[in-house]
């Protein structure tokens, strides 16, 4: 979508810093969904005590009201299960993942708020409801399919998930159950079930089994009614003989995500008669992978919405096309995403807008009249007006592979030589970001700091040789990509030498640590939350915590993607900040989660006992009950305000 990074002029007056709030706070409007008939509008609204109620907006005539609330919890992921009744689950915003329980547990309600049930045990006496069921509610390691369904009964998917200590989740079975009565039945299906589809009439399809380090694909034929295989492939290592499903078409095709002999990914239809993947492709993106969905009513594919530096969408159907062409033009150097209910008899539409600089907006269009009315702000306390922009540059690697590197600006700047945060992210087998408002990146733009963001080679979504670039290579050539792209920011004149600073979580905090080792002349300080800091420790676990990395992906997937702990033994070590810990001199921020299981928190207790017998300039404090990334307000307002009064000090107006 961007190619040049447009600068905004610099100018006189100097506001007042935007509240840390305003980034990191809980957003007051989200998940707003239309019922599949088009009259009304559902979604999560923050109360006055902070928590996330279910509200239903009768479009008629605008009436809102509040169908769902718990007293101290809040209504969490939700869903429509006919034009006139809802179902959704909990979480506590305000409960830690030391303090929970995993177990939301599943509620019903009409959309008028009567007719209330609970369908789903849960631990927790906050979601407890006082209705009586039929019959014996299901377990409390039954889930929702996050999946809409059919939409035209009572009756809606659940999964029950049994977890073994080894490999996390064992086997997930699909159950239909009733909202009203609690009446289920299991579907039958092969074993090691780990992920279910539902085709367009909302029928279970297609399922994947996972046994050691093979993914099938299998199909549930309505011809036999027997499941049969349609694709095997390596679980871990995304091969280029894998399908993954994008979803049904109402007239009964299966799209599916392929490589083939492609690098990079596309859609296709795929025959399920003959086996096989169509020749050529419905939307074929040519420099990225393909991510995206399908957008459907009741009887038509009416688009493909999809992903490339930013979300698009190619709409199939002229008058959704006409539309999107009407909003864009409402609303310019947005990206507008249009929602249309399954079964619509109203003219309206969805819209949630946002760009790089407006967090998302909810609204609704009105077909018939042409008009837009705002429903709700994520996150009404940010002006766009004082966000930076941001574009996505292509960086240069010392071996010619072209790293795609997110810049970020400070609004209201030459945009020259300015103080810069080398972002790096997580994953590392992810893509890292889109063209979108980003709490972290632009927090620390409103700060006055360049956001240097590399895509390194193992980001997913920029093809299979830019993944498989990164095989084994932490440490390595995946360290030399970002500081390739932080060498690209200082030539281009954006940073300043001298005031550049890395940071990053999980992967990114390994890399963190791994550049002041690497690179001590590029970055003056550090910042590492919930990082990685010796690859060794992944594998071997510690008493004190168990890491929630499966058994079979330790076995199958960690030795090809990072390394093998026997075979790659001195790579490991020479890529080990704990090991290498005395080389780190430059000022280091270390924060850790207590409850983290993916990166548990004796990665940082071991490293923070080795640098700080060399290095005195090292600030470490632990979120006892976080896990994996900051789950309270609190923590994100405490975690960021050091990291601004650290970065201040170090490469700020402190620093110069």
């Known amino acids: 979508m961007l190619t040049l990074i447009v600068f905004a002029q610099a100018t006189q007056a100097a506001d007042a810093p935007i509240p840390l709030t305003a980034f990191f706070g809980n957003p007051g409007v989200s998940g707003a969904k239309l019922s599949p008939d088009g009259k009304r509008l559902a979604m999560l609204v923050n109360n006055e005590s902070g928590h996330d109620q279910l509200g239903v907006i009768d479009l008629a005539d605008n009436a809102i009201k509040v169908v769902a609330t718990f007293r101290d919890a809040d209504v969490g992921y ?124 909302g029928r279970p399809a297609l399922v994947t089994t996972v046994e050691d380090n093979r993914e099938v694909l299998h199909y549930l034929d309505p011809k036999t009614g027997q499941w049969r295989k349609l694709a095997d492939s390596d679980a871990f290592l995304r091969s280029e003989d894998a399908l993954t499903p994008v979803g ?47 957008v459907l009513d009741a009887t038509r594919l009416l688009g493909v919405r999809y992903t490339i530096d930013t979300e698009a969408v190619a709409w199939f159907d002229p008058a959704m096309k006409k539309a999107q062409e009407a909003v864009d033009k409402l609303l310019p150097g947005r990206v507008n995403a249009l929602s249309v209910a399954v079964r619509s008899i109203t003219p309206f539409l969805l819209v949630e807008s ?49 790293i795609p590197t997110w810049v970020t600006l400070p609004a209201r700047t030459s945009g020259k030589k300015l103080p810069m945060v080398v972002l790096v992210h997580g994953g590392p087998y992810v893509r890292g970001n889109d063209w979108r408002w980003n709490a972290d990146s632009q927090f620390l733009a409103s700060r006055g700091y360049v956001v240097l963001e590399p895509e390194y080679r193992g980001s997913t979504g920029y093809g299979a040789a830019h993944f498989h670039g990164g095989w084994k290579q932490w440490g390595l050539a995946m360290q030399d990509d970002i500081a390739d792209a932080t060498r690209w920011a200082i030539a ?16 990114g905090g390994y890399a963190t640590l791994m550049g002041l080792i690497r690179d001590p002349q590029l970055y003056r300080c550090g910042i590492d939350w919930a990082g990685v800091t010796d690859i ?106 050091r990291v601004e009064k650290f970065l201040q000090k170090h490469i700020g107006q402190g620093g110069q």
């Open 492 to 507: 281009e004149g954006i940073a300043d030498p001298q005031r550049i600073c890395i940071a990053g979580a999980s992967y």
């Open 78 to 201: 939700f869903e429509w299960v006919n034009n006139g009744r809802l179902v959704y689950d909990s979480r506590d915003k305000t409960t830690a993942p030391g303090k929970e329980r995993y177990a939301p547990g599943l509620f019903a309600v009409n959309a008028d708020g009567s007719v209330r049930r609970q369908l789903v045990e849960t631990f927790d006496p906050w979601v407890k409801d006082a209705t009586v069921l039929e019959r014996e509610k299901m377990p409390w390691n039954t889930y929702l399919l996050r999946q809409p369904g059919a939409q035209d009964s009572d009756w809606v998917y659940v999964m029950t998930v049994n977890f073994s200590r080894d490999e996390g989740i064992d086997e997930v079975r699909l159950v239909r159950l009733n909202t009203l009565n609690g009446a289920n039945e299991t579907v039958k299906a092969p074993r090691w079930t780990r992920q279910w589809w539902l085709d367009a009439k």
């Open 248 to 294: 049904f078409a109402p007239d009964g095709t299966l799209y599916v995500s392929s490589y083939g002999k492609r690098d990079k990914s596309a859609l296709f239809a795929y025959d399920l008669g003959a086996g096989k993947v169509a020749a050529t492709p419905l939307v074929d993106l040519e420099q990225y992978d393909f991510s995206g969905e399908l």
């Open 354 to 402: 946002w760009s790089d600089r407006q967090p998302p907006v909810f609204m609704l269009y009105n077909r018939d009249t042409g008009k837009l009315t705002k429903v709700g702000e994520s996150r009404p306390a940010i002006a766009a007006a004082r966000m930076g922009p941001q574009a996505l540059v292509q960086a240069t690697a010392r071996d010619g592979r072209t």
């Open 536 to 641: 060794e420790l992944m594998y071997t676990g510690h008493w004190s915590r168990a890491d929630d990395l499966s058994g079979a992906y330790k076995r199958y997937g960690m030795p090809k993607l990072i390394g093998d702990p026997v075979q790659d033994a001195a790579q490991f070590a020479a890529t080990s900040p704990l090991k290498q810990a005395a080389r780190i001199t430059q000022p280091l921020l270390l924060a850790y989660g207590g409850a983290d299981q993916r990166v548990p928190l004796y990665h940082g207790r071991k490293f923070y006992d080795a640098v700080r017998q060399t290095n005195k300039n090292v600030e470490w404090v632990v979120y006892q009950e976080e896990g994996h990334g900051w789950t309270l307000v609190e923590t994100r307002l405490d975690f960021w305000g």
